[in-house]
């Protein structure tokens, strides 16, 4: 069994993830706490680790440079917890008839990268549950982009919101992609690399009811604004913002409108909306 839900607790959100395992506690705490093991299933291979209340945690980075996280409980073999910078990672084992029920959850801000922690995350239980088995070698073949896409539909990561202004409103759009910003742009632009101030604006970068006046400002894989017409005349702008996210480009799409164009605000939600989601599938079906 493998359940997957996205809450909010204390105003931040939380991953819990359930499993049960194969194994008695006793091996799941084990690839749980002891480094060698660790570093088989986690994201980064442990250097050191006080498994006590307040000891410390520390991850090889990679790159010459470790960090630090916090254990926060130690309650053998039933709760592991730990604090890596804001995110608290919390893992509880409970015995059940030929095994081990593990609850997981991780709780952090960022709620946009839900939907790519909780594909990280399935791969790495995968592998733990392998490593509690005694698996010196783990092999892990999940489709993770696929279960991102999915996610994101299920948490709801995918709807945009409508903010009311005093001079209007704005929609607004925050999406995780799983390729980076190069890419996206190739498929928004059309595979121009110049973009620039009073251009016509690409055809991909508006949904197929939006009227378009000139490119105010763009910066290749970075910005885009523009003008949007109503009734001809601009009426507000359109601002498509692309930075690192976990596991691709994070998009931030954001259309302003006037006090006279408020009866477009639905509209313009659900044709954004659409858009997006159709970009999204259009990277996915080209992936690889």
Request: charge should be negative; proline fraction near 5%.
């Amino acid at each position: 069994m493998k359940d997957i839900a996205l809450l909010t607790v204390d105003g931040r959100s939380q991953l819990r993830m359930e499993r049960r395992l194969a194994h008695p506690p006793e091996k799941v705490w084990s690839a749980l706490t002891e480094p060698s093991h660790i570093s088989k299933w986690y994201p980064f291979p442990v250097a050191e680790l006080e498994l006590k209340e307040g000891g410390k945690v520390s991850f090889d980075a990679g790159d010459g440079s470790t960090f630090e996280g916090i254990i926060t409980e130690v309650d053998p073999p039933k709760v592991f917890a730990f604090r890596e910078e804001d995110d608290l990672l919390r893992f509880e084992i409970t015995p059940v008839d030929g095994g081990s029920q593990l609850v997981f959850s991780h709780t952090f801000d960022d709620r946009p990268a839900a939907a790519s922690n909780a594909s990280g995350w399935t791969d790495c239980l995968d592998a733990l549950e392998q490593v509690a088995g005694g698996a010196d070698q783990v092999e892990v073949d999940n489709d993770s982009v696929a279960l991102h896409e999915r996610l994101v539909k299920e948490f709801g990561l995918d709807e945009g919101v409508v903010l009311t202004t005093g001079d209007g409103w704005i929609v607004r759009f925050e999406r995780q992609l799983r390729e980076p910003a190069d890419k996206v742009w190739a498929v928004l632009s059309g595979g121009s690399d110049g973009v620039s101030e009073g251009d016509p604006v690409p055809s991909g970068f508006a949904h197929p009811g939006a009227s378009t006046g000139k490119v105010l400002s763009a910066a290749k894989a970075e910005h885009v604004e523009f003008e949007w017409l109503n009734d001809g005349k601009p009426a507000g702008t359109v601002r498509y913002e692309f930075r690192p996210g976990n596991g691709g480009a994070r998009l931030t799409l954001t259309q302003q409108g006037d006090t006279g164009s408020a009866d477009l605000r639905d509209s313009a939600l659900h044709a954004w909306h659409g858009h997006i989601e159709g970009l999204a599938a259009e990277l996915f079906k080209a992936r690889g």
